[in-house]
C-alpha cells in the first residue's frame, strides 16, 4: 500500500482565495483524520471521520474551513476563503479503529496564504 | 491548563545517554496512549503504543501511571538518529473519542 497520500504538498496562495486540500486514506481504513500544525498551536485535530461520516467537527477553527469525505478513498478539506493565519502544515491520517489503534499520516501538504 | 502537557526541551545529550520524557494529562476519561515520533518537515510517525503494564522495544520504554496520570518514554543509549520531536498522545472517550496531541518534545543526540 502507497500509504495515506496528500496534495498537492506545496500551496501557496493569496488571501482571498479557496484553497482545497486532497487526502486519499489507507485503503480498508475507517477513520479518516485532518490536522494542523503550527509552531505556535503544535499539532491539532481539526476532524475526523467514520465510514465516510463526520464525527466530530469541534476543531475546526471557522465557518471558512470545510471538509467533506464523498467516499472511502477520498477526502478534501477546503477554506474559502483563505488567510494568512490559515499558514500552517495540514496533514491527513487514517487508522482501522479510530483511537485505540495506530495513525498513519500523509507527508502533510504546506499551506501559504500571502 | 492544557489537557496534554509535555516538557518542550529541548534535551541536548550525547550519545550513549539515557534520556527520560514525561507527558501528562488531565483527564480521566483518558483511554489509550502513544508515542509518535517526528523528523524535521516530515510527517509523525506511531513509536509505541504505551500499556498498563509498561511496554518495551528495543532501547525504548513506555510506561503509564494512571493514577497521577502521567505517561512516560525512556530511551537508552542514544543514537545520534533518535534526534526527533517525541509527540505523547492521549485518546479521550467522549461518545466516540477525541484524539489530542502534545506539543511535542525535542531531542539532540550529539557525537
Known amino acids: 500500500d502507497a500509504g495515506v497520500i496528500q496534495s498537492p504538498r506545496h500551496e501557496v496562495t493569496e488571501m482571498g482565495q479557496e484553497v482545497t486540500l486532497r487526502c486519499k486514506p489507507i485503503s480498508g481504513h475507517d477513520y479518516l483524520f485532518w490536522y494542523r500544525q503550527t509552531m505556535m498551536r503544535g499539532l491539532e485535530l481539526l476532524i475526523y471521520?467514520?465510514?465516510?461520516?463526520?464525527?466530530?467537527d469541534s476543531g475546526m477553527p471557522e465557518d471558512r474551513f470545510s471538509a467533506k469525505m464523498p467516499n472511502a478513498s477520498f477526502s478534501t478539506l477546503k477554506i474559502q476563503p483563505s488567510e494568512p493565519r490559515d499558514s500552517a502544515v495540514y496533514f491527513c491520517?487514517?487508522?482501522?479503529?479510530?483511537?485505540?489503534?495506530?495513525?498513519?499520516f500523509g507527508q502533510g501538504t504546506r499551506l501559504t496564504v500571502v | 491548563r492544557k489537557e496534554v502537557e509535555q516538557d518542550p526541551g529541548p534535551f541536548n545529550v550525547p550519545e550513549g545517554a539515557t534520556v527520560a520524557f514525561n507527558c501528562t494529562y488531565s483527564n480521566s476519561a483518558s483511554q489509550s496512549f502513544f508515542w509518535y515520533r517526528q523528523d524535521c518537515r516530515k510527517e509523525p510517525k506511531l513509536l509505541m503504543s504505551?500499556?498498563?503494564s509498561g511496554n518495551e522495544d528495543g532501547r525504548f520504554t513506555a510506561q503509564l501511571n494512571r493514577a497521577s496520570q502521567y505517561i512516560s518514554l525512556l530511551i537508552r543509549d542514544s543514537k545520534l538518529s533518535d534526534s526527533a520531536t517525541y509527540l505523547c498522545?492521549?485518546?479521550?472517550?467522549?461518545?466516540?473519542?477525541?484524539?489530542?496531541f502534545g506539543a511535542g518534545t525535542r531531542l539532540f543526540v550529539k557525537a
Open positions: 498522545v492521549v485518546n479521550v472517550l467522549t461518545g466516540g473519542f477525541k484524539t489530542i
Open positions: 471521520f467514520n465510514n465516510n461520516v463526520p464525527i466530530d
Open positions: 504505551v500499556y498498563s
Open positions: 491520517a487514517s487508522s482501522p479503529e479510530g483511537g485505540y489503534t495506530e495513525a498513519f
